[in-house]
């Protein structure tokens, strides 16, 4: 099993960046892909960003691509989402996600495909 507990959210203005981190307790953190979503009020929760367990793959919607980034550091058992050049439609609560992989090197999209879920933290995009 394996805890997760996101930080790094907060209240910005349109353009500026903001990092979030997912830090992770339990053991065999580097055998979890990785992944971030958000939810919007109202609305469902979408994919976002996700990383393999080895950080060789990286997988971004859409929406966010050439502005986030998703980076993990194995060793400290924490990914991180760089957010740059923000807009008001990035409002919401971001959420990470882990998916148990063994020796799989995936990247995952899908709410459905993870089992481990942190509380989330809220950014809130200013115009």
């Known amino acids: 099993q394996v805890q997760l507990v996101e930080s790094g959210g907060g209240l910005v203005q349109a353009g500026d960046s903001v990092r979030l981190s997912c830090a992770a307790s339990?053991?065999?953190?580097?055998?979890?892909?990785v992944g971030w979503f958000r939810q919007a009020p109202g609305k469902e929760r979408e994919f976002v960003a996700s990383?393999?367990?080895?950080?060789?793959?990286?997988y971004y919607a859409d929406s966010v691509k050439g502005r986030f980034t998703i980076s993990r550091d194995n060793a400290k058992t924490t990914v991180f989402l760089q957010m740059n050049s923000l807009k008001p439609e990035d409002t919401a609560v971001y959420y990470c996600?882990?998916?148990?992989?063994?020796?799989?090197?995936?990247?995952?999209?899908?709410?459905?495909?993870?089992?481990?879920w942190g509380q989330g933290t809220e950014v809130t995009v200013s115009s």
């Open positions: 339990g053991s065999t953190f580097n055998s979890y892909a």
């Open positions: 996600a882990a998916d148990f992989q063994w020796r799989f090197d995936r990247v995952l999209s899908d709410v459905d495909e993870y089992d481990y």
């Open positions: 990383i393999s367990r080895s950080a060789g793959t990286t």
